[in-house]
């Protein structure tokens, strides 16, 4: 087993370097010497899918056959499973050395005191950060200190079944706007039977999209939700039109398909179109996972804004994730050290191959574009599709407040589901009017 | 004779000698793992039903609140213990009537007897498990085998969605019935104890099938019945891996097992850990579980025949 497992591991090694130029010198690790680390053994974590993770698997393998000294203990969950366990090691004070962090939750991180305040590494030069823009350095900053470095950017991205829109004729725009979304939509569930979904169910991401379309950069405050119960009754109103006119999920129908595991979303997975969808609200770095899935089908896919009123507002770039390193790491420099190697390493960014969205440090992503796209095809597309929203975007909002999380679990996730409901027993502006109160009252007891 | 032998030595030795020390020493990893896992947890949880806890931080002591907010406004909670109780007082008496119709149909000398009750059993060993969740969502999914199969004789039915509001419920009642082999295991030993010359003299009396079945047969089963509906119930009110991981609750909470909505509120997906909430949804729980034991105990006398 063991034997079979290393020949995998460097069959992955050996495909993906095969792809490199010539072997650079050394690894990108900054000031610190990995090698006089002695033996360690290095806690990673993430959220991710299965692309992400034998990417970063096989990274972490060639960082080891340059340093034998340290082995990695990997760890890799779905994006629902992960916020919980990591939760858990963080009460046990035994969180991994690394762990991806996301631009919404790491202000909590950061003041529970579970991140290491990188400032200093970055000062002293072990943790280069000069080839990444300021802005996005910044996004990082919690208070007076950097808790995370940005591990790629990206932005809301609707993914769509270009087999399928080439077939029927339809051209899907650039900049789409809900009306011509929900256009689209009619006419792909007449001619096909094939449907939508709205995003996950228990995400803030759709109803702020919303709301900053309608103007609001910040959509939570402090005290709840800044949109008023008129302006939310329209986000609602929207989903409840959609799923009268048939070409939108219900709930019945929503919970009869798996939308967290992204191999088994309905835009690639189902064997019959009326549980298949023709496009997913999912973020630009994601096509990758999606593509690999779609082949199975023959599909390619295509990549649009998601939809909204006014998409210049609406749409952001955005640090797709980031990594931290946690205070429960008993080697700070040698974290940094690897910290240093996935951001500024060519060689980890090429095996990484932008899956996390295209690299922060401008010189890598340049260094990396034609290895990358010779082993994934969507990578021009994603470098295309950001450099269109780089012009036609607004900046991003404010990390989410701490309540935000109970917020889509308790709320969110309900309203969603009623507002869904083939028949619903509630109207738009209760959704809404719930939405708003419900959040107030959970903002002030948190 | 050893015992003897070590009284007379002295010390430490003696002491170790003494029978009662052995015992001791040998129910040692029970008591541990007793204390650590069962009786100290339980406490704590007692405690942190009073608190406002977040496993990150302190606990903060904030009385019956949280009782409080339990029982006047959390719809999710009426709507978990009803969905719990429905799973439970339906599909328990479901698994045991199903159980006891294998048992009687094994109940016989034949050869392959043996095989078909360890095939029959092997659904309740493995039942419980996370693959068999998973295989049982593709089962039922809209173009899974189950669909697969009714089309052919409805073929109105084809695409039928098994986890919309109402059916999804089912699904999982289905699982747990699916899982009748350990109460079947214990009926068909307790048939083999059922005296042959109670059936030989109500046949002499004139007794057809049924009413030997009816006047002898189950009489003589009640207490069998009554242990394995008890260890049933209680099973019942506390599945979890089922729930979490065939529907998750969806849609709209209608398969949200009680289990599943306090895990949900100890070990949030996001947001922080309302883990005093939980420790309190918990008691709660142990309250009703007992309430319900304790009722079908009082039932007991009305019912079931002991020789």
Redesign the interface.
Do not use: H, L
């Given at each position: 087993m063991k034997k079979l497992l290393a020949l995998v591991i460097a069959l992955v090694v050996v495909l993906s370097l095969s792809v490199l130029p010539a072997m650079a010198d050394g690894l990108n690790v900054g000031t610190y010497d990995p090698a006089s680390a002695g033996e360690y053994e290095m806690g990673f974590g993430w959220w991710g899918n299965q692309v992400r993770d034998e990417v970063t698997k096989a990274a972490a393998d060639f960082f080891t056959e340059n340093y034998p000294n340290i082995k990695f203990n990997l760890n890799s969950q779905v994006w629902n499973n992960y916020w919980s366990l990591m939760s858990t090691y963080a009460a046990n004070n035994d969180l991994p050395d690394i762990m991806q962090q996301d631009y919404a939750f790491i202000e909590q991180w950061a003041q529970a005191g579970d991140l290491l305040d990188l400032t200093p590494y970055i000062e002293s030069g072990a943790l280069d950060l000069s080839k990444v823009p300021q802005n996005i350095i910044d996004t990082g900053k919690v208070g007076e200190g950097i808790y995370a470095v940005c591990a790629g950017v990206n932005a809301p991205a609707l993914l769509y079944n270009k087999t399928l829109t080439d077939e029927l004729g339809i051209e899907v725009p650039k900049n789409i706007t809900w009306d011509q979304f929900a256009e689209i939509s009619r006419k792909v569930f007449a001619e096909k039977g094939v449907g939508a979904v709205y995003g996950e169910g228990n995400s803030e991401n759709q109803p702020t999209y919303y709301a900053r379309g309608l103007g609001y950069t910040a959509f939570w405050g402090d005290e709840g939700i800044n949109a008023s119960v008129e302006q939310m009754t329209g986000y609602y109103q929207r989903i409840m039109d959609a799923v009268a006119e048939g070409w939108m999920f219900d709930t019945d129908k929503m919970a009869g398909v798996n939308l967290t595991d992204l191999a088994q979303s309905p835009l690639v997975y189902g064997t019959t179109n009326d549980v298949r969808t023709w496009a997913a609200f999912a973020f630009s770095n994601q096509i990758a996972a999606f593509q690999t899935a779609a082949n199975a089908d023959g599909i390619e896919l295509g990549i649009t804004n998601w939809a909204s009123d006014d998409p210049v507002a609406s749409n952001y770039m955005k640090p797709s994730q980031f990594f931290s390193i946690t205070t429960d790491t008993k080697n700070p420099d040698l974290a940094v050290a690897f910290l240093n190697y996935l951001i500024n390493d060519v060689q980890a960014n090429t095996i990484l191959r932008a899956e996390r969205g295209v690299p922060a440090n401008g010189d890598v992503a340049a260094a990396i574009a034609d290895e990358v796209t010779k082993v994934d095809a969507t990578y021009g597309l994603v470098v295309d599709y950001l450099a269109f929203v780089a012009e036609n975007s607004s900046p991003i909002f404010p990390p989410l407040p701490a309540y935000s999380g109970q917020v889509n679990a308790d709320v969110i996730q309900r309203l969603t589901e009623e507002a869904h409901l083939l028949n619903p027993t509630v109207t738009a502006e209760e959704c809404a009017k719930d939405l708003i109160e419900s959040t107030a009252e959970i903002a002030s007891e948190y | 004779m050893t015992a003897s032998r070590a009284k007379k030595r002295s010390g430490f030795s003696a002491w170790i000698g003494e029978e009662s020390t052995a015992g001791y020493v040998f129910s040692l990893p029970f008591i541990i793992g007793f204390l650590m896992f069962m009786a100290i947890p339980m406490v704590l949880s007692l405690y942190y039903s009073f608190c406002k806890y977040d496993?990150?931080?302190p606990p903060t002591f904030i009385g019956l609140q949280n009782y409080i907010k339990i029982f006047t406004s959390d719809k999710?909670f009426t709507k978990a213990l009803r969905v719990t109780c429905y799973y439970a007082l339906i599909g328990t008496p479901l698994k045991v009537i199903f159980a006891l119709m294998v048992a009687l149909i094994l109940n016989h000398e034949s050869r392959a007897v043996g095989l078909y009750r360890a095939v029959y059993y092997l659904p309740s060993i493995i039942g419980g498990s996370v693959a068999v969740a998973i295989l049982w969502r593709r089962l039922f999914?809209?173009?899974g085998t189950i669909n697969a199969i009714f089309s052919n004789v409805f073929p109105s039915l084809s695409?039928y969605?098994?986890?919309?509001?109402g059916p999804?419920i089912w699904v999982l009642i289905i699982l747990t019935v699916w899982q009748f082999g350990s109460s079947m295991l214990i009926f068909l030993s307790a048939l083999k104890q059922i005296p042959r010359e109670l059936y030989e003299a109500s046949w002499v009396d004139g007794a057809n099938g049924f009413q030997q079945f009816a006047n002898v047969t189950i009489p003589m089963l009640t207490p069998t019945i009554f242990f394995n509906l008890v260890q049933q119930t209680i099973n019942s009110f506390l599945a979890f891996t089922q729930c979490k991981l065939i529907?998750n609750g969806?849609?709209?909470?209608s398969t949200l097992f009680y289990t599943v909505y306090q895990y949900?509120k100890a070990?949030?997906?996001?947001?922080?850990?309302q883990m005093g909430y939980a420790s309190a949804l918990a008691w709660i729980m142990l309250v009703i579980v007992s309430v319900v034991t304790m009722l079908l105990f009082k039932s007991r006398s009305k019912w079931v025949f002991d020789a």
């Open positions: - | 496993i990150q931080t999710v999914e809209s173009n695409g969605n098994w986890f919309s509001e999804a529907t969806q849609p709209r909470n949900n070990f949030p997906a996001q947001g922080k850990s």
